[in-house]
């Protein structure tokens, strides 16, 4: 098991960047896909993006073009660089840690992760 914790959200206006930030502890960070939900104040838990302990990455349609992972396992870290934000990406923020048992699919649905850090909001005003 790894514990996460996130942090870097904050109150930006809409076409601002956001990056947040994953910090594993545990073993073996590398061996863990780390997804990044969110949740808004009336939705259910979305997928964001993901990554496995290579290169492998993925994104939601919602974050293609706009939304970058990327991964330093020297560091224990997981970073989502968030461009050209909008006020539909206000949510709190979570980063999760799945097993390699994870495929393309199963990834997307937020039970199937094992740990989960506390969140951090990101608010995105008009």
């Known amino acids: 098991q790894v514990q996460l914790v996130e942090s870097g959200g904050g109150l930006v206006q809409v076409g601002d960047s956001l990056s947040l930030s994953c910090v594993a502890s545990g073993r073996a960070f590398s061996n863990y896909f780390i997804g990044w939900f969110r949740q808004g104040p009336l939705n259910a838990r979305e997928f964001v993006s993901g990554i496995w302990g290579g290169t492998a990455k993925f994104y939601a349609d919602s974050a293609k073009g706009r939304f970058t992972i990327s991964r330093d396992n020297t560091k224990n870290t997981v970073l989502l660089q968030m461009n050209s934000l909008s006020v539909e990406d206000t949510a709190v923020y979570y980063c999760?840690?799945?097993?390699?048992?994870?495929?393309?699919?199963?990834?997307?649905?937020?039970?199937?992760?094992?740990?989960w850090g506390q969140g951090t909001q990101v608010t995105v005003s008009s």
């Open positions: 999760a840690a799945g097993s390699r048992a994870l495929t393309v699919t199963t990834m997307r649905t937020w039970e199937n992760y094992n740990s």
